[in-house]
């Protein structure tokens, strides 16, 4: 799809660059609401992407812009059901989390595997997302709501005025009272303004290779244990695999793990730290995404055998990192403002609170015509945070991964963290659609540990600083990995905002599987013992799930 050159007559309320996900359902929002909406791209859709794995705090986010802006469309990317009734039969089943750690030259340890499930009672069952699918479809819905999109143009040159922001290519010129940058790494705006940051300021390294496939072994079939305690009670194949090793890590993310799919491709990746593992001069991202797997055997015999559907792709250090993310008339917007790993999949979720806090600041600053920083500055804090929370938890877990007893309380807490914050967020829609006051949105935003999933909670908060300092501690040898180990489940064991009885807590349990029975008694502990706020959030949202599932719904 294009169009013509526009007049330079013309001047939009918003201009967008970049129309991936976080473009496209901004301008959605934005069109819904009567904004005069722009949105470039200097390529064309469909096209291949990678951020296919969605965690339930995406889901929720994703539901609460739906509802919150209007855009009922947005919401079809919330549930694998959702996706393949209205999109197609293109996309996998993400029945839970799996993670295996393997050593080299041996086989993987089945005790040093770890799997969470997303709850399918309250939860619609997480889709992996076959991007080229969805960023079309929203591309689309952009359009249909009424924003002008023009494909394949590139800018050129961002000129900055008192009145507004003028966008010129060989294409023609645009101009626009605000814009929205949402292209990525070669942003145009960042590249003008100078706003990388070199060095960039991120703690954590990685380099990446990935690639769509066919003839991808499931995961299942690579092990025969007869002993049913160390089976998953999920297949591994129906779920997001991260297949772990000390400095790096792959992954599955199969869209073909279902019945329903007619979609035979799987997404294939692997993140290393350059440092320990540097690229060889004149080796082809193919031949070097098979000397990484040669060292452990069951991550070899996972992807022997696969067909490349594309050119691999493959990266210098990925981690990049800005000064600030807006100003006068501008913005970056999610991976535009930094990017540092796949790991725990934040980067659909950090989009999706990123425009959640963003919108409807850019709708009444479109109203006021006011387009100051000033404006706009809580976003910024908001994206920053998130970037430096995450490159925390996520090179805290490249350090576990020397340690099973130490990455198996790294995982412990970003998996409680990340479910409390869904819950947090899961009490305000539910409110939200009560009484449809957007205070309960706003007051999300109130929070003292900014970044974090669960950012209003002390406690957490302060387990996570512990982790962080521990592990950098192991990184430095200063501390050894069991003793660290234990500190960390002294306190997860004993804290009251940390949940008994579920699996979480417990360290020999491996696979934490979600179920009515659980969350009752989860819900009984936290009144009983747990923190207030814990209380309060897992009892209402669990009350509402019981009447949800009585009337053959499910709450989220």
């Given at each position: ?36 909406v722009l949105l470039v791209d200097g390529g064309s859709h469909p096209r291949f992407s990678i951020g296919e794995s969605t965690i339930p705090f995406t889901l929720v986010s994703l539901r609460i812009l739906a509802e919150r802006y209007g855009v009922p ?195 294939i990746g692997m993140t290393v730290d350059p440092r320990k593992f540097p690229k060889v001069p004149g080796m082809s991202p193919e031949e070097d995404f098979a000397r990484l797997c040669a060292p452990f055997p069951d991550i070899a015999r996972q992807f ?253």
């Amino acid at each position: 799809m294009d169009t013509d050159t526009a007049p330079e007559s013309v001047t939009y309320d918003v201009a967008i660059v970049g129309s991936g996900l976080a473009g496209s359902i901004l301008a959605a929002i934005l069109a819904r609401q009567g904004t005069k909406v722009l949105l470039v791209d200097g390529g064309s859709h469909p096209r291949f992407s990678i951020g296919e794995s969605t965690i339930p705090f995406t889901l929720v986010s994703l539901r609460i812009l739906a509802e919150r802006y209007g855009v009922p469309e947005i919401s079809e990317l919330a549930s694998f059901t959702s996706t393949t009734k209205t999109l197609g039969p293109h996309f996998g089943i993400k029945r839970h989390f799996g993670f295996l750690l393997h050593h080299e030259g041996v086989p993987q340890n089945p005790v040093e595997v770890n799997e969470f499930g997303t709850p399918p009672h309250i939860l619609h069952e997480a889709a992996h997302l076959f991007r080229q699918e969805t960023d079309a479809y929203m591309f689309l819905v952009a359009a249909k709501y009424g924003a002008k999109i023009r494909q394949n143009f590139i800018v050129d040159d961002v000129e900055f005025e008192d009145s507004g922001v003028r966008l010129a290519g060989k294409r023609g010129e645009y101009r626009a009272r605000y814009l929205v940058d949402a292209s990525g790494l070669r942003s145009p705006v960042a590249s003008k303004l100078g706003l990388r940051e070199d060095p960039c300021r991120f703690k954590h390294h990685s380099r990446s290779l990935w690639n769509h496939a066919l003839n991808v072994t499931p995961t299942d079939e690579l092990f025969t244990h007869v002993n049913p305690k160390l089976r998953p009670p999920w297949p591994w194949y129906e779920g997001t695999v991260h297949h772990m090793f000390e400095g790096g890590w792959a992954w599955v993310i199969a869209f073909d793990n279902n019945k329903w799919s007619k979609n035979p491709l799987c997404s294939i990746g692997m993140t290393v730290d350059p440092r320990k593992f540097p690229k060889v001069p004149g080796m082809s991202p193919e031949e070097d995404f098979a000397r990484l797997c040669a060292p452990f055997p069951d991550i070899a015999r996972q992807f022997e055998g696969c067909i490349p559907a594309r050119e691999w792709v493959s990266t210098e250090r990925q981690q990049y990192s800005t000064s600030t993310s807006v100003g006068d008339r501008w913005m970056l917007l999610a991976n535009t403002a930094g990017v540092i790993d796949p790991l725990f999949s934040r980067g659909l979720s950090n989009t999706a609170e990123a425009i959640n806090v963003l919108a409807y600041r850019l709708l009444r600053a479109v109203k006021d015509d006011d387009f100051s920083a000033e404006r706009f500055e809580f976003v910024d804090r908001a994206q920053q945070a998130a970037l430096d929370f995450n490159d925390e938890l996520v090179n805290a877990a490249f350090i576990s991964w020397k340690d099973y007893g130490l990455w198996s309380a790294v995982f412990r807490i970003w998996a409680w963290g990340a479910n409390a914050g869904v819950w947090r967020l899961q009490e305000a829609l539910s409110l939200y659609r009560e009484d449809g006051k957007d205070e309960h949105f706003t007051e999300l935003e109130k929070v003292p540990h900014l970044g974090l999933y669960w950012p209003d909670n002390d406690g957490f908060a302060e387990l996570h600083n512990l982790m962080v300092k521990q592990l950098d501690a192991v990184e430095a040898g200063t501390v050894a990995p069991a003793d660290a180990t234990d500190l960390l489940y002294d306190e997860i064991q004993h804290a009251d905002y940390f949940p008994k009885g579920f699996g979480l807590a417990e360290r020999e349990v491996r696979f934490i599987k979600p179920n009515p029975h659980t969350m009752i008694n989860l819900m009984r502990w936290a009144k009983r013992e747990g923190d207030p706020q814990l209380a309060r959030i897992m009892t209402h949202n669990i009350r509402e799930a019981v009447k949800a599932r009585l009337r053959g719904n499910k709450l989220f």
